[in-house]
T-cell receptor, first 114, second 109 residues
Framework: DVKVTQSSRYLVKRTGEKVFLECVQD?????MFWYRQDPGLGLRLIYF???????EKGDIPEGYSVSREKKERFSLILESASTNQTSMYLC?????????????FGSGTQLSVL | TQLLEQSPQFLSIQEGENLTVYCNSS?????LQWYRQEPGEGPVLLVT?????EVKKLKRLTFQFGDARKDSSLHITAAQTGDTGLYLC?????????FGKGTLLTVNP
């Protein structure tokens, strides 16, 4: 089975702190993603990566950056955390079967910024 | 911008009842996926439908893709408490997935 592991289930940080969210996948997938999930807003794509050292902005990249130095690891960075970044963060990796992309999600990190 | 509207937003039923949830769009998708997300976990892929009119069954769950590939439905027969969760649909087009906001289903014992 595909396993996507997020380093923390719960995280509490202070406003202005630099925050690192780590994600590791064990299936040699090319593509990796970071989403945030908020009540009433659904899943929103922050950044994604199609290869090592490659990154693309998603729908809401402001306030975030990412790093992909190794194929299996995709990190989300909040340079200066703000209260409006309190959210559930979900990492995913994917594979294509034909034209269909299938996402495999981690269990999520619930981040609270105080 | 492609949008997927899911309805109802919330659904609370008794164990043993049947239910249908919907996923609608004005856009055409090459494929439609359904995910279930249990409390405290990430979404898990249930099924992908790719052909207009396609019907797929997964035990008590029946998924249908609309003929025009703009909408989909998920029907659950004889719901169980283990079906409780957030059901998300996601439309695929041009190598990009668009998610709906989900239907939160609660099945009461």
């Amino acid at each position: 089975d595909v396993k996507v592991t997020q380093s923390s289930r719960y995280l509490v940080k202070r406003t202005g702190e630099k925050v690192f969210l780590e994600c590791v996948q064990d299936m040699d997938h090319e593509n990796m993603f970071w989403y945030r999930q908020d009540p009433g807003l659904g899943l929103r794509l922050i950044y994604f990566s199609y290869d090592v050292k490659m990154k693309e902005k998603g729908d809401i990249p402001e306030g975030y950056s990412v790093s992909r130095e190794k194929k299996e690891r995709f990190s989300l960075i909040l340079e200066s955390a703000s209260t409006n970044q309190t959210s559930m963060y979900l990492c995913a990796s994917s594979l294509y079967e034909g034209l269909d992309e299938k996402l495999f999600f981690g269990s999520g990190t619930q981040l609270s910024v105080l | 911008t492609q949008l997927l509207e899911q309805s109802p937003q919330f659904l609370s039923i008794q164990e043993g009842e049947n239910l249908t949830v919907y996923c609608n769009s004005s856009s055409v998708f090459s494929s439609l996926q359904w995910y279930r997300q249990e409390p405290g976990e990430g979404p898990v892929l249930l099924v992908t439908v790719v052909t207009g009119g396609e019907v797929k069954k997964l035990k008590r769950l029946t998924f249908q893709f609309g003929d025009a590939r703009k909408d989909s439905s998920l029907h659950i027969t004889a719901a169980q408490t283990g079906d409780t969760g957030l059901y998300l649909c996601a439309g695929g087009s041009n190598y990009k997935l668009t998610f709906g906001k989900g239907t939160l289903l609660t099945v009461n014992p």
